[in-house]
């Protein structure tokens, strides 16, 4: 009984046989290091904006990643069907490194938004990569945990990062938290070319991915993003950029017989529901946590490790949250997706009240904390519904139009924090970020009621977000009553 059970059920450890360990490793590693750098800049962003006197740019430097690896997915995710997943390895690679390369030599920050979506365009390669080989090269038993595996690593990433860049930002320095990277990549190289080198390009006549839909999807995302953080003359030319590329996006969906968010063709519907449920609460998190770090920083004089602890711990309890989620959806999503939206709205209040009650820096820790334990209760059930929606056959597209949107939703929620700081602090105030000591000159000119202001606009815009979130799925028909069929590795 047993030898029979583990030949239908193999585990985790049929990963590391010799026939599979390399391209197991290499799709973990391309997964994990993308998603790391996702989230490592986070604390390091203020001492970044700070040396290189840019903090009018942190918004932009922040959602390039973000946006840039939404358009690198399809890309060469094609790339991989017709070339073979060794040189979209490479070339996804080599980008990811110019990138690194390039964010640590930076002069300036107008250079360190461009390493960043350099970065981000070859991390979209790298996941496009590491997802397709499991999907592809693993034996279908074991596909499931491949893909366990790789929910783990952004888990992981998601938890390392933030620690990782205060720890580079308190030591070795800021331009190690680019560098990093290249000796991981060196590292990643043999292993990549023993699991990809000798597989095939896929047969002339599978189906052609849709590329133009998610590269359209991505150039409305960055132009959003730069919209919402200029001024001058720029913001009525980029304004018109960002209705043509949402037009030129909306015809392509409607047209294109492969649609980036096919559940958008049915407004009323529970995927439709899922997917904008996803961008509303990819744009609520992002607003949340976008300038929580430099507020600490520069507005309470909280050292570089403080701030990369409250992403970190906020990161654990986001990742509990998901893990507990996944095991009680069998019991109904409708109550999962309640608590989550509440939780999140406590969590995002009591931010706000720490700020308005000038309380001491734990309240933050635990604000934090409750509003990432309501994005972990939601993501799972958005994930699952979107999955119980989707025609048979079509579960793929189902679950990275998920993924899409909250990218879309993440580039978004950093371009309106970025406009809520903006429209709330004096250009003084910009200026003093850049000081040696931008907290003790923020201080001297009574300037920490500005900081305060900001972050309060940039938490209830997160408010209003994650309301809309939950008018959107809450009401949507069958909600109340159906329960999930399909089970998830989260």
Same mark, same amino acid.
């Given at each position: 009984m047993p030898a029979a059970r583990t030949a239908t059920s193999p585990g985790y450890l049929a990963l590391l046989s010799p026939k599979l360990r390399a391209t197991s490793f290499t799709s973990i590693m391309a997964v994990f290091i993308g998603s790391l750098d996702t989230l490592i800049i986070g604390a390091a962003l203020p001492t970044i904006s700070q040396r290189l006197h840019g903090a009018e740019l942190y918004a932009i430097a922040l959602g390039a990643y973000l946006v840039a690896s939404l358009i690198g997915m399809p890309l060469f995710g094609a790339m991989t069907d017709q070339s073979g997943p060794w040189r979209a390895f490479l070339v996804a690679g080599s980008?990811?490194? *110019?990138?690194?390369?390039l964010g640590g030599v930076? #002069?300036?920050? %107008? @250079?360190? @938004?461009?390493?960043? +979506? =350099?970065?981000?365009?070859?991390? &979209?390669?790298?996941?496009? @990569?590491? $997802?397709?080989?499991?999907?592809? /090269?693993? %034996?279908? #038993?074991? /596909? #499931?945990?491949?893909?366990?595996?790789?929910?783990? =690593?952004?888990?992981?990433?998601?938890?390392l990062g933030p620690a990782v860049g205060a720890a580079f930002i308190a030591t070795i320095g800021w331009r190690w938290v680019f560098w990093f990277n290249l000796p991981v990549m060196v590292i990643i190289l043999p292993a990549a070319r023993a699991a990809y080198s000798g597989v095939r390009a896929? %047969?002339?006549?599978? *189906?052609?991915?849709n590329v133009r839909g998610p590269v359209m999807l991505g150039l409305m995302a960055a132009a959003a993003l730069v919209t919402l953080n200029s001024r001058g003359i720029w913001t009525l030319p980029l304004v018109l950029l960002t209705a043509i590329a949402a037009?030129?996006?909306?015809w392509e969906e409607r047209t294109s017989d492969r649609p980036v968010v096919a559940a958008l063709r049915r407004p009323a519907s529970l995927g439709a529901g899922a997917v904008i449920a996803s961008c509303l609460t990819g744009? +609520?998190? @992002?607003?949340? /946590?976008? $300038?929580? %770090?430099?507020?600490? /920083? *520069?507005?309470?004089?909280? #050292?570089?490790?403080? +701030?990369? &602890?409250?992403?970190?711990?906020?990161s654990v309890v986001w990742t509990a949250g998901s893990m507990v989620s996944a095991r009680l959806i069998a019991h109904g999503t409708r109550w999962l997706l309640a608590a989550g939206h509440v939780s999140f709205a406590i969590g995002c209040s009591s931010l706000i009240g720490a700020i308005a009650l000038h309380l001491p820096l734990a309240y933050f820790y635990l604000g934090y904390m409750v509003a990432g334990l309501g994005i972990g209760l939601v993501t799972p059930s958005l994930f699952t519904i979107g999955l119980r929606d989707a025609a048979r056959g079509s579960e793929g597209s189902a679950t990275a139009a998920v993924q899409a949107l909250r990218a879309l939703g993440g580039g978004l929620g950093a371009g309106i924090a970025g406009l809520a700081f903006r429209l709330s602090v004096p250009q003084q105030l910009f200026d003093l970020l850049s000081d040696a000591d931008p907290a003790a000159a923020i201080r001297g000119q009574g300037l920490v009621g500005f900081m305060d202001t900001a972050l309060v606009a940039c938490w209830l815009a997160s408010l209003v977000a994650i309301a809309l979130s939950a008018f959107v799925v809450l009401r949507l028909p069958g909600i109340r009553s159906q329960a999930p069929t399909v089970g998830m590795a989260l």
């Amino acid at each position: 009984m047993p030898a029979a059970r583990t030949a239908t059920s193999p585990g985790y450890l049929a990963l590391l046989s010799p026939k599979l360990r390399a391209t197991s490793f290499t799709s973990i590693m391309a997964v994990f290091i993308g998603s790391l750098d996702t989230l490592i800049i986070g604390a390091a962003l203020p001492t970044i904006s700070q040396r290189l006197h840019g903090a009018e740019l942190y918004a932009i430097a922040l959602g390039a990643y973000l946006v840039a690896s939404l358009i690198g997915m399809p890309l060469f995710g094609a790339m991989t069907d017709q070339s073979g997943p060794w040189r979209a390895f490479l070339v996804a690679g080599s980008i990811f490194a *110019a990138g690194a390369l390039l964010g640590g030599v930076a #002069p300036s920050m %107008p @250079v360190l @938004v461009i390493a960043r +979506a =350099t970065q981000g365009f070859g991390a &979209g390669g790298l996941f496009a @990569v590491g $997802y397709g080989a499991i999907g592809r /090269q693993l %034996p279908a #038993p074991l /596909q #499931p945990h491949g893909f366990g595996l790789l929910s783990a =690593t952004w888990g992981a990433s998601s938890i390392l990062g933030p620690a990782v860049g205060a720890a580079f930002i308190a030591t070795i320095g800021w331009r190690w938290v680019f560098w990093f990277n290249l000796p991981v990549m060196v590292i990643i190289l043999p292993a990549a070319r023993a699991a990809y080198s000798g597989v095939r390009a896929a %047969p002339r006549s599978v *189906a052609t991915t849709n590329v133009r839909g998610p590269v359209m999807l991505g150039l409305m995302a960055a132009a959003a993003l730069v919209t919402l953080n200029s001024r001058g003359i720029w913001t009525l030319p980029l304004v018109l950029l960002t209705a043509i590329a949402a037009i030129l996006f909306t015809w392509e969906e409607r047209t294109s017989d492969r649609p980036v968010v096919a559940a958008l063709r049915r407004p009323a519907s529970l995927g439709a529901g899922a997917v904008i449920a996803s961008c509303l609460t990819g744009t +609520a998190m @992002v607003s949340v /946590q976008a $300038y929580l %770090p430099l507020f600490l /920083q *520069a507005g309470r004089g909280a #050292p570089v490790i403080v +701030a990369g &602890g409250i992403l970190a711990t906020g990161s654990v309890v986001w990742t509990a949250g998901s893990m507990v989620s996944a095991r009680l959806i069998a019991h109904g999503t409708r109550w999962l997706l309640a608590a989550g939206h509440v939780s999140f709205a406590i969590g995002c209040s009591s931010l706000i009240g720490a700020i308005a009650l000038h309380l001491p820096l734990a309240y933050f820790y635990l604000g934090y904390m409750v509003a990432g334990l309501g994005i972990g209760l939601v993501t799972p059930s958005l994930f699952t519904i979107g999955l119980r929606d989707a025609a048979r056959g079509s579960e793929g597209s189902a679950t990275a139009a998920v993924q899409a949107l909250r990218a879309l939703g993440g580039g978004l929620g950093a371009g309106i924090a970025g406009l809520a700081f903006r429209l709330s602090v004096p250009q003084q105030l910009f200026d003093l970020l850049s000081d040696a000591d931008p907290a003790a000159a923020i201080r001297g000119q009574g300037l920490v009621g500005f900081m305060d202001t900001a972050l309060v606009a940039c938490w209830l815009a997160s408010l209003v977000a994650i309301a809309l979130s939950a008018f959107v799925v809450l009401r949507l028909p069958g909600i109340r009553s159906q329960a999930p069929t399909v089970g998830m590795a989260l």
